[in-house]
């Protein structure tokens, strides 16, 4: 991945039109190698789609490195990208809201993280570049928007 500077993501005047939160199920692909769908559509984003990396992706990638070393490159390499809160009281309350609405509609959300990173999406008007069958129904029944 090529250096970006560190740009500040709340800003209206640095961002661009297209911005795309990419989730860790993508992250972790690139970073094992894996020659995926979501890995190539990551190396042909341009410069007019401005890629974020939410604190809690940035969690869940580096919960799983091997050492402190492999961390920190990786921290590095991910903070390069603007990184940004993805939950607030208003986004929390949403979140719950559209875990609610799954289950009435009979869909379980395997993993709290990700609803919260689908809220936050939705709320921003964010495409999401996954690689992960858990975002579907959520594309399908909330609107959220994917590459």
Same mark, same amino acid.
Request: net charge positive.
């Given at each position: 991945?090529?250096?970006?500077?560190?740009?500040?993501?709340?800003?209206?005047?640095? $961002?661009?039109?297209?911005?795309?939160?990419? #989730?860790?199920? =993508?992250?972790?692909?690139?970073?094992?190698?894996?020659?995926?769908?979501?890995?190539?559509?990551?190396?042909?984003i341009?410069?007019?789609? *401005?890629?974020? =990396?939410? #604190?809690?992706?940035? +969690?869940?990638?580096l *919960?799983?490195?091997?050492?402190?070393?492999?961390?920190?490159?990786?921290?590095r #390499?991910?903070?390069? +990208?603007?990184?940004? $809160?993805?939950?607030?009281?208003?986004?929390?309350? *949403?979140?719950?809201?559209n875990?609610? $609405?799954?289950?009435?509609?009979?869909?379980?959300?395997?993993?709290?993280?990700?609803?919260?990173?689908?809220? +936050?999406?939705?709320?921003? %008007?964010? $495409?999401?570049?996954?690689? #992960?069958?858990? +975002?579907?129904?959520?594309?399908?029944?909330?609107?959220? %928007? =994917?590459?």
């Amino acid at each position: 991945m090529g250096r970006r500077s560190q740009r500040d993501a709340g800003g209206a005047s640095c $961002r661009p039109a297209a911005v795309i939160v990419v #989730d860790s199920s =993508v992250w972790i692909a690139h970073l094992r190698g894996l020659d995926t769908a979501a890995v190539r559509k990551l190396f042909v984003i341009g410069d007019a789609e *401005q890629i974020l =990396v939410g #604190d809690l992706v940035l +969690f869940e990638v580096l *919960q799983g490195t091997r050492s402190e070393a492999h961390a920190r490159r990786i921290e590095r #390499d991910l903070t390069q +990208f603007p990184v940004v $809160r993805m939950l607030s009281l208003a986004l929390a309350v *949403q979140a719950a809201r559209n875990y609610r $609405r799954m289950r009435d509609l009979g869909v379980t959300v395997r993993k709290t993280i990700d609803i919260i990173i689908a809220t +936050f999406c939705i709320a921003g %008007r964010h $495409r999401l570049l996954h690689d #992960d069958r858990d +975002f579907e129904p959520m594309t399908a029944y909330l609107g959220l %928007r =994917v590459v």
